[in-house]
């Protein structure tokens, strides 16, 4: 395929290279060269010319600074001037008074006002007035001269060596502009323009030359347009090539992958017919892979039945080991006779039983895998605890306030034992009390568990109770759930944040 298309790409690349190169690159490349030669001697002479008069109107300026009263120096830099400037060279030289010491034309009326002769930089253009000032002072700076050049002779003075058609010149300093072709200024907007620009000396001053291209021609617009011509061409062609024996056998490839059953064999290539190697190997490959997962879907299926009767069997045993545990506890308990034998075997039952009722519960969800539900955990967990409560706590109640929720076994085993140490903590110290549990949802994965009752309030007997053991084991349930047990002795609340299932 890779050879294909660069054959047929080949001749239209050649003759769009050949075309494009020769035609368009170098004429571009000649004009701008000539443009900026052209500027930088337009630049170089006129900063030449304007150096010239700078230096006679500098000498001037001394020399009547040292000598007022010798005044046939003017004289010598009008007849300078004049020789330079066609238009006369308009100049002036003014004390601090604002006298005009000499000039060029004494009818000549001053542009500039008094107050600003003596300040601003050496060169500037006029707003208003269409000459480019030149400003000279004295070493003592008592004088200052001037020179109006008018846009005739600036034009005249930077005209290129170089023959450029359709040319245009202009001065800028900062927001001013002064156009010095005699010509009118390309309209704004004006397609098809190429400026370059130079600085003059003093640089704030800036010679810009703009040329408009050539017009379009014949043969110029087929310069233009040939390498779109051809690229279209190109496109064409490798569209035609690429869709016939690449992406239509590609297409027709991915119908069958995506129609594919797991458990089916696929023969993709019986509806594609295409010379590309690579696409006949990705389809033989298809068929492999197909036919591997058709066999292991058969040994997965096979696998997962058996895993699942494994489960069920592991479950059921688990189950009725608990329950021969609860049952031997009781047979003990029967044939104890001291009073705290008898409690501490009821104990042992309670946490066997809460541990039962988390295995029964989870054992109910294992078919739809949501985990342990709070709710029917809370209340089976609360009935097993009133059954097996001390005869003087038989009176004692359970308040139950659950979202539905669900949690996984690990943490339905600790909340398991934390509820049963902390409801048999409450009923010994308040067997005839009430105890409020509930489990709201807060925000993402969390809910908060809370076990509040009179009977664990903050006490003498209750600290005895901790101390003895109930807070090791509540410190290390509160450890397994990974957060800490908030515990309010005047409300006789305690609190844990739990992990719940999405």
């Not at 050949?18 to 443009?35: F, R």
């Not at 704004?188 to 379009?216: F, K, W």
Request: with cysteine; aromatic share 4%.
């Amino acid at each position: 395929m890779f050879l294909i298309l660069t054959l047929a790409l080949l001749p239209l690349g050649l003759i769009a290279l050949v075309a494009s190169l020769q035609a368009i690159e170098t004429a571009d490349l000649e004009k701008e060269a000539l443009l900026r030669v052209a500027v930088s001697q337009s630049a170089r002479k006129l900063t030449a010319d304007l150096e010239s008069d700078r230096t006679a109107l500098q000498l001037t300026v001394n020399n009547l600074a040292a000598t007022p009263s010798d005044t046939s120096i003017c004289d010598r830099l009008n007849l300078f001037l004049a020789k330079n400037d066609r238009d006369g060279g308009r100049y002036a030289i003014y004390d601090r008074a604002g006298r005009a010491l000499c000039a060029s034309n004494p009818d000549f009326a001053p542009i500039v006002p008094p107050q600003e002769r003596f300040g601003g930089p050496t060169a500037q253009l006029l707003d208003g007035a269409p000459y480019l000032l030149t400003r000279v002072r004295s070493h003592d700076d008592q004088l200052v001269g001037l020179i109006y050049y008018s846009r005739a002779h600036l034009e005249s003075a930077a005209d290129p060596a170089t023959a450029l058609q359709n040319r245009r010149l202009s001065l800028h300093e900062g927001h001013r502009r002064l156009d010095l072709s005699r010509a009118r200024p390309f309209p704004v907007g004006t397609v098809g323009l190429t400026s370059l620009s130079a600085p003059l000396e003093p640089p704030n001053i800036v010679l810009t030359m703009t040329v408009r291209d050539p017009p379009e021609t014949l043969a110029r617009t087929l310069s233009l347009f040939l390498p779109l011509v051809m690229w279209f061409a190109a496109a064409a062609i490798g569209w035609f090539v690429v869709n016939r024996l690449l992406i239509r056998p590609l297409v027709l490839l991915r119908r069958t992958v995506a129609a594919y059953h797991p458990g089916e064999v696929l023969e993709p290539m019986r509806r594609v017919r295409t010379p590309a190697r690579e696409i006949i190997a990705l389809g033989e490959t298809f068929r492999e892979i197909s036919e591997d997962v058709a066999t292991h879907e058969a040994e997965m299926a096979e696998g997962l039945e058996t895993q699942r009767k494994l489960t069920r069997e592991v479950h059921h045993r688990v189950k009725n080991n608990l329950q021969i545990i609860a049952s031997l506890i009781n047979l003990h308990a029967r044939s104890a006779h001291e009073p705290e034998a008898v409690e501490a075997y009821a104990s042992i039952q309670r946490r066997v039983d809460a541990l039962s009722v988390v295995h029964r519960n989870h054992f109910a969800e294992l078919e739809e895998n949501r985990g342990v539900g709070v709710r029917a955990l809370i209340s089976e967990l609360s009935a097993s605890l009133r059954g097996t409560a001390p005869a003087e706590a038989r009176r004692f109640g359970i308040q139950i306030d659950c979202d539905d929720l669900h949690i996984s076994q690990d943490v339905a085993v600790p909340i398991a034992f934390l509820t049963t140490e902390l409801v048999e903590l409450a009923m010994r110290l308040d067997p005839r009390g009430r105890m409020h549990i509930s489990v709201q949802w807060q925000q993402d994965d969390r809910a908060l568990l809370a076990i509040q009752s009179s009977g664990l309030r903050e006490s003498p007997t209750m600290s005895a109770y901790l101390d003895d053991r109930y807070g090791r084991v509540l410190t290390g349930l509160s450890r397994q759930l990974r957060a800490p047990l908030d515990h309010d002795g005047k409300a006789g609340r305690y609190a844990i944040a739990i992990t719940i299932l999405p």
